[in-house]
C-alpha cells in the first residue's frame, strides 16, 4: 500500500488540544452593551435600507438564527425572513470587538503561549505541557468560567487530542456547551456527525459526496482513501483521516503582520479637523499596541471609508521603523493630504503599521567615513 493511504499509522493522542469558540461574538458583545437587545433578532451588518440594500451579515444573535439569518448572508435578506418589528441591525464595531478578543487572549495566555487564534472569536490551544490543572476537563471550565467574568460573554470549549476533533466537539453543544473527545469514544462520536459538519464538506462538496451515500460518519469511514482520493483529490484523502479521528497537525503560533487601530463614526466626521484629531489618536492607540507587543515597523496604512461606503487606503514605507506615535501621525496626515483630504463626509478611519520586527531590531546609523580607536 502506498505510503499516502497508511492509515493503520497509531494516531498520536498525547496531546491536549482546546478549541475555543465564543457563541454569537459580535452579536454577544452588542447584546451585553445594550441589554434592550436581546429579545430582538439582532443582525450585525448595515442596514441595507441605507445602503441601497448592499452589504453581507457579519454574524446574528441565535433569535435571529431562528429565522434563518446567518453570516455571510446578504443583508437584504434578513429583511425578508424577520419580521420587522424584531429585526435590528448595527453596524459592526470592529475596535470593541478587538479589545474583546484582547481580553480573552490574555486569559488563554494565564494556561498556555500556544495559541492559534482562528478569528477573533476562536482559537485552539495546545495545553498539553500545562501543570496549572490537574486535568484538562478542570483546565476548560476554568476558561469558561474566567472568560464569562471577565468579559460576560459565553464560549464552548472542545477538548480533545488533534484540533479536528476539538474544533468538532466545540461546535457539538454551542452555545456554552463543553464537549470531550477522549481516544476511547472517537469512533463513536464521529459515526454520528451528520457529513455536513465535518471540515472540507462545504456547498458545493456536500450533494457530490452525499451521492455517494455518504451521510454520516459512519458512512465516511466505510469508504476506502483510494475512493475518496479519486474523487476529490488531496481532500479525499484528508476527510478518510478525518473519519478515523486522525489529524497531527500542530497548533501554530503566528506573528503579529500588522497592527492596527480603526473606527467607525455615527455621524459621520465632516471636516478635515476632525479626521486629523482622529488620526492623531488612532497613532497614539496603535504605537502603544506595538510596544506592548514589543514590535515595530517600517509601512504605514491608512484607510478611510465614506458616506457612500467607498473605501480607499494609502500606505508609505521608510527605510527607518515607526518608533513614536508622532512618526505615525506624521506618516498618515501625509498619506491623508495625498487622497486630497475631505472631499465627502467619513464613516470609518483606520490606521495599520505592517512590515513589523522584533523591537529589539532597531534603526541604527553607521558612521560613514574611517573609525580610528
Not at 436581546?38 to 453581507?56: F, M
Request: with cysteine; proline share 5%.
Amino acid at each position: 500500500m502506498s505510503e499516502l493511504f497508511r492509515l493503520d499509522l497509531p494516531s498520536d493522542t498525547h496531546r491536549r488540544i482546546v478549541h475555543v469558540d465564543m457563541d454569537a461574538f459580535y452579536a454577544s458583545i452588542e447584546m451585553r452593551d445594550r441589554p434592550e437587545y436581546r429579545k430582538k433578532a439582532l443582525v450585525i451588518a448595515h442596514d441595507p435600507r441605507q445602503t441601497g440594500g448592499k452589504g453581507v451579515i457579519t454574524t446574528a444573535n441565535y433569535v435571529a438564527r431562528q429565522y434563518g439569518v446567518h453570516s455571510a448572508m446578504p443583508a437584504q435578506e434578513a429583511l425578508r425572513l424577520v419580521p420587522r418589528q424584531l429585526l435590528v441591525f448595527k453596524n459592526p464595531d470592529f475596535e470593541k470587538y478587538r479589545a474583546v478578543s484582547q481580553q480573552i487572549h490574555e486569559v488563554f495566555h494565564q494556561v498556555t503561549d500556544l495559541i492559534e487564534p482562528v478569528a477573533l472569536d476562536e482559537a485552539y490551544l495546545d495545553v498539553t505541557a500545562s501543570t496549572r490543572f490537574s486535568n484538562t476537563i478542570s483546565l476548560a471550565i476554568w476558561l469558561q468560567r474566567t472568560i464569562e467574568a471577565k468579559t460576560h460573554l459565553t464560549c464552548a470549549v472542545g477538548v480533545s487530542y488533534n484540533k479536528f476533533l476539538a474544533k468538532m466537539a466545540s461546535e457539538y453543544n454551542k452555545p456554552g456547551g463543553r464537549t470531550v473527545v477522549t481516544p476511547d469514544v472517537v469512533d463513536d462520536f464521529l459515526a454520528e456527525q451528520a457529513i455536513g459538519n465535518f471540515h472540507g464538506v462545504g456547498k458545493k462538496t456536500l450533494p457530490k459526496i452525499e451521492a455517494m451515500g455518504i451521510h454520516n460518519g459512519a458512512d465516511l469511514r466505510a469508504k476506502s482513501p483510494q475512493e475518496l482520493q479519486r474523487r476529490f483529490g488531496k481532500m479525499g484523502f484528508i476527510l478518510a483521516q478525518h473519519a478515523r479521528g486522525i489529524d497531527d497537525r500542530p497548533v501554530r503560533v503566528r506573528e503579529a503582520k500588522s497592527i492596527g487601530k480603526e473606527r467607525t463614526y455615527n455621524p459621520p466626521l465632516q471636516t478635515d479637523t476632525s479626521v486629523e484629531k482622529e488620526f492623531e489618536r488612532l497613532a497614539e492607540m496603535v504605537f502603544e499596541a506595538t510596544r506592548r507587543k514589543e514590535r515595530h515597523g517600517k509601512t504605514v496604512v491608512i484607510k478611510v471609508r465614506d458616506v457612500d461606503f467607498t473605501t480607499l487606503t494609502r500606505r508609505v514605507t521608510t527605510e527607518t521603523y515607526f518608533d513614536t506615535s508622532r512618526a505615525i501621525y506624521d506618516a498618515a496626515l501625509q498619506l491623508w493630504q495625498e487622497l486630497g483630504g475631505m472631499r465627502k463626509a467619513l464613516r470609518l478611519v483606520g490606521i495599520t503599521v505592517t512590515a513589523l520586527a522584533p523591537i529589539t531590531f532597531a534603526n541604527i546609523d553607521l558612521p560613514l567615513g574611517p573609525h580610528i580607536e
